[in-house]
């Protein structure tokens, strides 16, 4: 689930229309802690990334209800100054404000068609505003909750047990000499 959640955050993300173009969108896989300058040529930029789980509450004998977190983050370049990484400017780039709050317009209360409840905003942390080799960069990270159903599949004893088909009973006479006198079998059936 974790995995279809993810994607359809990216998806949903990739296919709004908008007016200004992002030159990727996709599953956060630790650009950030490779080379800070080469990932920037590639704002602006959205990825999506599970955050993460609360522990899952039990809600019948065999489901939970699993709590999770997934975030998103948004990044931003511009040669001006590093305000209009964060607001925008004038030569296309839409700043990280507004694509956190087209992010969260097309997310907040979204199912994504998926078995799970509805995308609700979380908190929102400044990455990085910062300048680097001649240009401001900008990066902010939203989470989003939500939560979806784990079914579990439980053994009852009967199914775990094995079915009993034959009883053998030994006799032993007084003295007993640790040797069956008589024997019998009976083969239990349906």
């Known amino acids: 689930m974790l995995a279809e959640i993810e994607d359809s955050i990216i998806n949903a993300v990739k296919s709004a229309s908008r007016d200004y173009r992002l030159a990727e969108v996709a599953s956060y896989g630790g650009q950030y802690d490779e ?4 990932v920037v040529r590639s704002f602006p930029s959205v990825w999506v ?9 039990k809600i019948a004998r065999d489901k939970w209800k699993v709590p999770c977190t997934f975030v998103v ?15 925008g400017d004038t030569a296309g780039s839409p700043g990280t404000y507004r694509m956190l709050e087209d992010v969260a317009d097309l997310l907040v209360g979204q199912d994504l068609g998926l078995p799970i409840a509805e995308l609700a905003p979380g908190a929102v942390k400044t990455l990085y505003s910062t300048r680097l080799n ?36 030994d006799y032993h ?15 239990l059936t349906d």
Do not use: C, M, W
């Open 73 to 87: 983050l948004v990044g931003s370049r511009s040669v001006a100054n590093e305000a209009a990484t964060r607001k």
């Open 49 to 57: 990334v599970f955050g993460g789980s609360a522990k899952p509450q």
């Open 134 to 169: 001649g240009q401001a960069i900008s990066v902010f990270s939203q989470e989003f909750h939500t939560a979806y159903i784990q079914e579990g599949k439980i053994q009852r004893a009967a199914e775990e047990s094995p079915v009993l088909e034959t009883v053998g009973i």
């Open 35 to 38: 080379d800070l300058s080469q």
């Open 173 to 187: 006479l007084t003295p007993d000499d640790g040797k069956a006198d008589a024997s019998d079998q009976v083969t």
